[in-house]
């Protein structure tokens, strides 16, 4: 009887079932494989199937990558009961695609489930170079021609349907086929074939050949291209500059202050007045330092515009330097260092002055940095404001002062080319001229550089403050008009040079 009551004595109680969704999806990844672009799409289905007691609600679906489409409204899928929804896939053109669909369910945040999307198109793919093109300014009578180049970047092969060409009157600009076949041309992946675009100018008026290229490229069935040109009577160029006529500028010179810089070291400190008058005569606001080829450390005071004497105190310096220093000379090095943050020069330098440096030694340079090194740091702390200087030995042979050989002045005079200025021989028996020389080139420009390659160096004419000059020189390596120092323009002169051009123009 106690058994009995304990079985049936709580009949009244009753079990309560938890009702819930169960999403099932399938499949997890669906493969379309390679389509034609532009001619094929493909469609597939993903089963979402309710596998629990209760209604499974679809808030919405998400689908991620290029190409691929769905609905993505949200549905109810009854328990037990499943849903299909459809995934286009339709490639533009040759590509792989990857992508995903997300389902999110009622009040969840995140996707509960999700199915992988992968396809691929196969199509041409045209590349067309140049598609514009600009003839430029040809000079009357020539005969510029310009390539074409259409080539097959897809994995089908391009078929070029025509060309159709548009051109002005007169039809200057023409386009030619040469030995291609007639329409259509097929090229292979990863092939190409060229055709040409001929300018035969009559007149100065502007030209224009417009023409469509016509091809299977789904993407690109239509590639829009033109050539254009305006020919001319002449193509005379002119430029105009103004010399200085306040001089701001940083020296820095950097002695060779081993054993056998004696009797160059002597001529320096002797010739440093020569140096000096000419350069302050052109009432400078400057400043000069220097430094050694072992030592980026500044001997002596930095010399200014405010100091008493600096005839005499430049030369006092240098006699300071002396010849007890390296043997391996890193002029380089330590004209880097200083200059290089930290650096004493570096401190001294103003950012309105043009930097110079002036490198004196009987050796080449042993630096471990290279001179690329040295261009980068100064055209970033002075761009287009460095000019570098020497007084080296004789490159490339070296040379002979008097029994005291000097050996070609490598690494700076490679500085010096790099930026088309000058060096002087340190064996001269006379160091005036070049002293004064070093001033004027310092103070005044004397090299005027031409903006266009290739003039016609008959047509060169100069003019400073509206006369006529003959007193300089072309430097055909350089592309400059080069005066002489006592030549040289002075301080608030006009210069101006006209010249032509050889050849057709920019093409």
């Known amino acids: 009887m106690l058994l009995f009551a304990l079985l049936f004595g709580c009949s009244d109680i009753g079990i309560t079932e938890v009702k819930e969704p169960s999403v099932i999806v399938a499949p997890s990844l669906i493969e379309f494989g390679h389509l034609e672009s532009g001619l094929e799409s493909d469609i597939r289905r993903i089963t979402i199937t309710n596998g629990g007691t209760a209604d499974l609600v679809v808030d919405r679906l998400e689908a991620s990558g290029d190409n691929f489409w769905i609905d993505e409204s949200g549905f109810v899928v009854a328990s037990g009961e499943w849903h299909q929804?459809?995934?286009?896939?339709?490639?533009q053109t040759f590509e792989h695609n990857e992508g995903y669909v997300d389902i999110y369910l009622e009040g969840d945040d995140e996707p509960s489930e999700g199915v992988w999307l992968d396809g691929y198109g196969d199509a041409p793919v045209i590349t067309m170079t140049p598609s514009e093109h600009d003839f430029g300014n040809p000079l009357l009578g020539c005969?510029?021609?310009?390539e074409i180049q259409i080539q097959n970047d897809g994995n089908i092969n391009l078929e070029i349907t025509s060309i159709d060409i548009m051109q002005s009157v007169p039809p200057e600009i023409s386009i030619d086929f040469g030995s291609l076949p007639d329409f259509p041309w097929e090229i292979v992946p990863g092939g190409r074939l060229a055709f040409y675009a001929n300018y035969i100018p009559?007149?100065?008026?502007g030209d224009l050949t417009s023409f469509d290229v016509n091809s299977n490229d789904p993407l690109n069935p239509v590639i829009e291209a033109f050539a254009e040109g305006n020919a001319t009577m002449s193509n005379e160029q002119i430029q105009t500059w103004i010399q200085k006529s306040s001089l701001v500028v940083d020296?820095?010179?950097?002695?060779?202050?081993?054993?056998?810089?004696?009797?160059?070291?002597?001529?320096?400190?002797?010739?440093?007045?020569?140096?000096?008058?000419?350069?302050?005569?052109y009432t400078p606001d400057f400043k000069?330092?220097?430094?050694?080829?072992?030592?980026?450390?500044?001997v002596g005071d930095t010399l200014d515009s405010s100091t008493a004497n600096p005839v005499v105190d430049s030369s006092v310096i240098i006699n300071q330097i002396g010849i007890m220093g390296s043997g391996n000379e890193e002029g380089l090095s330590h004209f880097y260092e200083c200059i290089s943050p930290g650096g004493q020069c570096l401190m001294e330098l103003r950012h309105d002055a043009q930097l110079i440096a002036i490198f004196v030694s009987d050796e080449p340079d042993y630096s471990p940095i290279s001179v690329t090194d040295v261009i980068n740091l100064v055209d970033s702390l002075r761009p287009g404001a460095f000019s570098p200087y020497a007084i080296i030995g004789e490159v490339p042979q070296g040379c002979n002062s008097g029994g005291w050989p000097a050996q070609p002045g490598l690494g700076y005079y490679d500085l010096i080319q790099s930026y088309s200025s000058q060096w002087w021989s340190i064996c001269d028996t006379d160091w005036g001229n070049q002293m004064e020389e070093i001033a004027q080139s310092v103070s005044l420009k004397t090299r005027f550089h031409l903006?266009?390659?290739?003039?016609?160096?008959d047509t060169i004419m100069v003019w400073v403050n509206g006369q006529i000059k003959n007193d300089w020189e072309y430097d055909e390596g350089d592309n400059a008009v080069v005066f002489g120092f006592e030549d040289a323009p002075q301080p608030g002169d006009t210069v101006e040079i006209e010249y032509s051009i050889w050849g057709c123009g920019g093409q």
Do not use: K
Not at 202 to 205: L, P
Not at 451 to 457: A, C, G, H, V
């Open 85 to 91: 929804i459809e995934v286009s896939y339709v490639p």
């Open 143 to 146: 005969e510029p021609v310009q």
């Open 202 to 205: 009559m007149d100065e008026v």
């Open 251 to 281: 020296i820095i010179w950097i002695i060779d202050n081993s054993g056998s810089m004696s009797p160059y070291q002597m001529m320096l400190a002797q010739n440093m007045e020569a140096f000096m008058n000419i350069f302050l005569g």
């Open 288 to 298: 000069m330092m220097f430094i050694t080829t072992d030592s980026a450390v500044i």
């Open 451 to 457: 903006n266009e390659e290739d003039p016609n160096i």
